[in-house]
């Protein structure tokens, strides 16, 4: 059974900081890899997805990397700004690209 | 253009009653997702729908809860003789051909009273 595990579960900051998040799985016969960003009461909202075969993802600020064979992947974001400031989530889909396990997410502040 | 809707937004039932759940993807998405999230737990999955193959009913937690999307498009979840351990926010999500990408709603948050 997979599991994904995020660390830390919160994280503070001071604006302009560079800061990495930390995802890691047990089961590396994965599909694809996703990360998404949740703010509090609403729904998820996809940041960056990385499938099996690629090492990274960058949009913006952000840059995601996968390392299958580790069972890792990390989010980057640089210069961080208050607006920032959501919990992360990041999820891993099985061989046939359709269930998806969630880790229960980082909390990030950015402090302005 | 539009995203994921899901309705209602919020929803309130007393202990035994069904409800119904309201998912539309975003048109022309081929799959969907539906999701729980319990407060202070992470997003769990509970089914998934992919063109017109049997759906991923692997994480229904019990037979009281049921989904079915019609004409490949919009998606109900039913949970019968609902039981406070139901609350939770019920996330709907889906994803175009040729892509995995998830995209989410708002989400339905259900009280069981």
């Known amino acids: 059974k997979q599991e994904v595990t995020q660390i830390p579960a919160a994280l503070s900051v001071p604006e302009g900081e560079n800061l990495v998040l930390n995802c890691s799985f047990t089961?590396?016969?994965?599909?694809?890899l996703q990360w998404f960003r949740q703010d509090p009461g609403k729904g998820l909202t996809s940041l960056l997805l990385?499938?099996?075969?690629?090492r990274e993802q960058t949009s913006g600020r952000l840059n995601a990397s996968l390392d299958k064979s580790s069972g890792r992947s990390t989010l980057y974001i640089a210069a961080s700004q208050p607006g920032d400031s959501a919990t992360y989530l990041c999820?891993?889909?099985?061989?046939?690209?359709?269930?998806?396990?969630f880790g229960d997410g980082t909390t990030l502040t950015v402090k302005p | 253009g539009a995203g994921v809707s899901q309705s209602p937004s919020n929803k309130v039932t007393e202990k035994g009653k069904d409800v119904e759940l309201r998912c539309d993807p975003i048109?022309?998405?081929?799959?969907l997702y539906w999701y729980r999230q319990s407060l202070g737990q992470g997003l769990e999955f509970l089914i998934y729908?992919?063109?017109?193959?049997?759906?991923?009913k692997s994480g229904l937690p019990s037979d009281r809860f049921s989904a079915e999307r019609t004409g490949g498009s919009v998606s109900t979840l039913t949970i019968q003789r609902t039981q406070q351990e139901d609350s939770a926010v019920y996330l709907c999500?889906?994803?175009?051909?040729?892509?995995?990408?998830?995209?989410f709603g708002p989400g339905t948050r259900l009280t069981v009273l």
């Open positions: 999500a889906s994803t175009p051909a040729g892509s995995d990408e998830q995209f």
């Open positions: 990385i499938q099996s075969s690629q």
């Open positions: 999820a891993v889909s099985g061989t046939n690209a359709g269930k998806s396990t």
């Open positions: 048109s022309g998405h081929t799959a």
């Open positions: 089961d590396s016969a994965i599909y694809n």
């Open positions: 729908f992919q063109g017109n193959s049997a759906p991923d």
